[in-house]
């Protein structure tokens, strides 16, 4: 099983400041790689996909990068919006697994 | 506009079923793999198990496997969990979701379901 490691488990920044997530996994997902968001009360929603890739109606502010084991979620410009939890997913190899998720809090 | 709605949760004895179903529309149903993931309270998310379009290709969760079937019934737009021999550790907000990609049946999950909350207690 690929196990994905998300740490810290709390970042803390201002809204306007720049905000970088990191997701690792224990072992090569090619770019099969994908970032949600949730928010307390709600589903999770689908922002990255396959590394790199903006799901639908995802602000520009988004962005990910990385390959192979190492991965990064970029928030250019925080809005008071984008605090929440972020989880980083792989489908490279079955069972699917999550990563246990990075709490994105106002500083 | 995609739609999964999820229903049959409730509260269980351990050892006890449940059957969950999950009603889809606003999109080609025979095309997709459709999931179950489920969040503990308070927890992360576990994928639970997957079918593809067909029905004939299905994958579990280790922690599931052998008490936990998917299934699918493309006329009615629906899959769903039988969940057997229940333990306190499957007590989760269970979720539908649909796969990305169609046809190929894989991707991320850009659909989902509010989720149908399933525990297990005495």
């Known amino acids: 099983e690929v196990v994905l490691t998300q740490s810290p488990a709390t970042l803390s920044f201002s809204p306007g400041e720049r905000a970088t997530l990191s997701c690792r996994a224990s072992?090569?997902?090619?770019?099969?790689l994908g970032w949600y968001q949730q928010k307390p009360g709600q589903a999770p929603r689908l922002i990255i996909y396959?590394?790199?890739n903006r799901a639908t109606g995802i602000p520009a502010r988004f962005s990910g990068s990385g390959s192979g084991t190492d991965f990064i979620l970029t928030i250019s410009s925080l809005e008071p919006e984008d605090f929440a939890v972020y989880y980083c997913?792989?489908?490279?190899?079955?069972?699917?697994?999550f990563g246990p998720g990075t709490r994105l809090e106002i500083k | 506009e995609v739609l999964l709605v999820e229903s049959g949760g409730g509260l269980v004895n351990p050892g006890g079923s449940l059957r969950l179903s999950c009603v889809a529309s606003?999109?080609?149903?025979?095309?997709?793999?459709v999931n179950w993931v489920r969040q503990s309270p308070g927890r992360g998310l576990e994928w639970v198990s997957s079918?593809?379009?067909?029905?004939?290709?299905?994958y579990y969760a280790d922690s599931v496997k052998g008490r936990f079937t998917i299934s699918r019934d493309n006329g009615k737009n629906s899959i769903y969990l039988q969940m057997n021999s229940l333990m306190a550790d499957d007590t989760a907000l269970y979720y539908c979701?649909?796969?990305?990609?169609?046809?190929?049946?894989?991707?991320?999950?850009?659909?989902w379901g509010r989720g149908t909350l399933v525990t297990v207690s005495s």
């Open positions: 606003g999109f080609t149903f025979t095309s997709y793999t």
């Open positions: 072992q090569s997902v090619n770019n099969y």
């Open positions: 997913q792989q489908r490279r190899y079955w069972p699917i697994t």
């Open positions: 079918v593809k379009s067909s029905g004939s290709d299905t």
């Open positions: 396959d590394t790199f």
């Open positions: 979701t649909r796969a990305r990609i169609a046809v190929a049946g894989t991707g991320e999950f850009d659909s």
